[in-house]
């Protein structure tokens, strides 16, 4: 019993000790009353990184509509997160305000001054290149960033069935930002559009969400909504959880596949999103490929492998 009880305390140990450290930066959009449903995405991937022992959530900042999220981000923290304290901070309201520091900004860089730590970076990329364009001391504190963006050469974002091509938001949002980042020394690696297609929520997906819940009620209601956009313009009635791979390939990464250390590039081509970007002719597209002779290489989720979808939806029921 002994050599038993000595073997479990050996691997806890291990286990905390192999615990990453992480900044949720976001731009969580679910359940705003607006004209139109916003994703749900941000919401569903920070219900998930809370209930992955892999990680340690040491702060979370927001990206636009910064006052409606900050109500919601502590609302789900209250549902679902038992532990520490995670304090929340408002970044960027715009994102369009590269180089001023915010709220965020600046508890990151306290953050970082005290330890390493990995960035999730699931919206534009403002708060996260004002601290490196402001505080360069602070870069070596970075493990990596995990960014929800960028694609391969001729990849169209076309969720559901072709009906509608979508642009790349985190990217063309604020590619000034976006530049920052790249040309900084700190290691990168996409998960976007291209390895979260191959994952999708839909109602039947959802049922084990309890109704008499507070918080599973709520997260089944909001989700309702941007379940019949996505019906409407792409027609499959669900969603894809674009941001979880981002988080995905910290916390599973053995459930994805790969380009590492692929070149990348930003090229200015034909606009193949014009039914939603009608005044836009041609634009940035942030693409990799080995072809590329750029000097920065990043490493690129391509694919969601069978199973990841399953560890998401494990973790959405506050009973889980």
């Given at each position: 019993m002994k050599i038993k009880t000595l073997l479990f305390m050996v691997l806890l140990t291990g286990s905390l000790q192999a615990q990453t450290k992480v900044w949720f930066d976001t731009d969580l959009m679910i359940g705003m009353p607006d004209k139109t449903p916003r994703e749900v995405d941000d919401g569903i991937t920070l219900i998930m990184a809370l209930k992955q022992p892999q990680i340690e959530i040491v702060g979370i900042s927001s990206i636009t509509y910064v006052d409606y999220s900050y109500d919601v981000i502590n609302k789900i923290l209250k549902w679902h997160h038992k532990g520490t304290v995670i304090p929340v901070y408002k970044g960027s309201p715009n994102a369009d305000d590269l180089g001023v520091e915010n709220d965020g900004t600046r508890a990151l860089y306290q953050a970082l001054k005290k330890e390493k730590l990995t960035i999730l970076a699931l919206g534009p990329m403002t708060n996260i290149a004002t601290l490196?364009?402001?505080?360069?001391?602070?870069?070596?504190?970075?493990?990596?960033?995990?960014?929800?963006?960028?694609?391969?050469?001729?990849?169209?974002?076309?969720?559901?069935?072709?009906?509608?091509?979508?642009?790349?938001?985190?990217?063309?949002?604020?590619?000034?930002?976006?530049?920052?980042?790249?040309?900084?020394?700190?290691?990168?690696?996409?998960?976007?559009?291209?390895?979260?297609?191959?994952?999708?929520?839909?109602?039947?997906?959802?049922?084990?969400?309890?109704?008499?819940?507070?918080?599973?009620?709520?997260?089944?209601?909001?989700?309702?909504?941007?379940?019949?956009?996505?019906?409407?313009?792409?027609?499959?009635?669900?969603?894809?959880?674009?941001?979880?791979?981002?988080?995905?390939?910290?916390?599973?990464?053995?459930?994805?596949?790969?380009?590492?250390?692929?070149?990348?590039?930003?090229?200015?081509?034909?606009?193949?999103?014009?039914?939603?970007?009608?005044?836009?002719?041609?634009?940035?597209?942030?693409?990799?490929?080995?072809k590329f002779k750029s000097k920065k290489k990043v490493d690129y989720a391509i694919r969601a492998l069978q199973g990841f979808e399953e560890k998401i939806l494990e973790t959405l029921s506050v009973k889980n």
């Open positions: 490196i364009q402001n505080h360069p001391d602070i870069i070596p504190q970075i493990e990596k960033i995990s960014i929800c963006a960028a694609r391969t050469p001729g990849l169209l974002f076309n969720p559901g069935n072709g009906k509608l091509n979508v642009f790349d938001y985190n990217y063309e949002f604020d590619y000034k930002s976006m530049d920052v980042v790249l040309h900084s020394s700190i290691p990168l690696v996409f998960a976007g559009y291209e390895p979260s297609s191959y994952t999708f929520i839909g109602n039947i997906d959802l049922a084990s969400l309890d109704q008499n819940e507070e918080a599973d009620k709520w997260l089944f209601d909001v989700v309702q909504p941007w379940m019949e956009k996505n019906e409407k313009y792409f027609g499959v009635r669900g969603f894809i959880p674009f941001d979880c791979s981002t988080l995905g390939v910290i916390t599973h990464p053995e459930y994805f596949t790969y380009y590492k250390d692929i070149p990348i590039k930003v090229n200015y081509k034909k606009n193949d999103a014009i039914k939603v970007q009608p005044t836009v002719l041609y634009k940035n597209f942030l693409e990799v490929s080995y």
